[in-house]
């Protein structure tokens, strides 16, 4: 017997995300927390990993980050969700160190054998990273989920978050839009045979280059695009550095074959979760079309690319690292930081 992962959960991928004002109600608290001054940033400040102080020079990164099957294949499952979590730490600028694994798994309704092909995936991605999977922890569940906690380092002048972007900063990302509507379209049979694969692709496809970034002065600013889509982790940015930004809607990559479903209406549940929240926070020029923007900019990602604020001065420099990197056709910015003022993101033609 043939088992479909993606039969097993309701939703997948980073598309699992508890809803952005769900997940602010669930982290209020009344009590006040324990103080430790090496603790650089904590959950406060919506960034993608905790950092901790280890001494003078150098920090701990840490993260944890699992969730249900965005695709059919065990391997490829097992690949995608160590990509993603091992992508926060490069996010942050960082190297990683060492990973745990978080296994889920309804033993009386899918075979052992899968799982382990769950593990292999999370190792080959390991191995590629350059670290071990050196145990973890595992639960019978009603619904699979897999995911890793890992363990990075990085030197103090080389962190980077979401919250420091300044203003005039440019905006690049490093990876096109559209896996939340292509693994939706597959979800639901619709995926045609010529766009197999594509968004595996994509998915498993590490962010080393954040790494590299840290080790440039220009680079303010950087955060991964998940769960919450470009428009969401955008937001996140903005707020945070406590300014605004302009978004050029025609320089946004978005991958080619998504284009199809967009025609179509193929989009994830979570899109629209995404777009409730985000909404009230964007203005539109005229001149976008914003049903299909609707389908494309809170489009859930799993380990979609990094989300860069650059000094217009080190806009050569970055340019040249995407092109030593493989990612040249990436290095015109999307947008750029501006003045805060009434809108969050502006969305322009």
């Not at 905790?50 to 001494?55: F, G, K, M, Q, T």
């Not at 020079?57 to 993260?63: D, G, P, R, W, Y």
């Not at 940015?237 to 978004?247: D, Q, R, V, W």
């Not at 000094?311 to 003045?339: H, M």
Request: charged residues 20%.
């Amino acid at each position: 017997m043939q088992h479909r992962l993606t039969e097993y959960s309701k939703a997948a991928g980073c598309g699992c995300k508890i809803a952005p004002a769900v997940l602010q109600e669930i982290l209020k608290s009344e009590q006040t927390s324990f103080f430790d001054p090496n603790l650089l940033v904590g959950y406060h400040s919506n960034d993608d990993a905790a950092v901790y102080r280890l001494n003078d020079k150098e920090l701990l990164i840490s993260t944890t980050d699992f969730f249900a099957p965005v695709v059919d294949d065990a391997f490829d499952f097992g690949r995608i969700a160590a990509a993603n979590a091992i992508s926060d730490v490069y996010a942050m600028g960082g190297k990683p160190l060492l990973a745990l694994a978080i296994l889920g798994w309804p033993v009386e309704q899918l075979p052992v054998t899968m799982a382990r092909e769950v593990m292999e995936g999370a190792r080959t991605i390991c191995n590629e990273a350059g670290i071990v999977l050196a145990g973890g922890h595992s639960i019978d569940a009603k619904e699979p989920f897999f995911g890793l906690t890992v363990n990075g380092r990085v030197a103090e002048d080389q962190l980077k978050q979401n919250n420091t972007a300044k203003e005039g900063d440019l905006l690049f990302i490093t990876k096109p839009l559209g896996v939340g509507i292509l693994t939706t379209a597959e979800k639901r049979g619709l995926l045609l045979p010529e766009h197999k694969g594509l968004a595996v692709s994509h998915m498993t496809q590490l962010n080393f280059i954040g790494a590299e970034l840290s080790q440039l002065k220009a680079v303010h600013a950087m955060t991964d695009v998940t769960g919450f889509g470009l428009l969401g982790h955008l937001i996140e940015m903005t707020e945070g550095s406590g300014l605004s930004a302009e978004i050029e809607y025609s320089a946004i990559p978005v991958m080619e074959a998504a284009k199809h479903y967009v025609a179509q209406r193929v989009v994830p549940d979570a899109t629209y979760r995404n777009w409730n929240f985000y909404q009230p926070k964007t203005t539109f020029a005229p001149g976008v079309n914003v049903m299909e923007a609707f389908q494309i900019l809170p489009d859930p990602q799993t380990n979609g690319g990094l989300l860069i604020a650059v000094d217009p001065a080190g806009y050569k420099e970055v340019q040249d690292l995407f092109s030593q990197r493989k990612l040249a056709s990436f290095i015109k910015p999307i947008g750029r930081f501006v003045e805060k003022n009434a809108g969050v993101v502006l969305i322009k033609p």
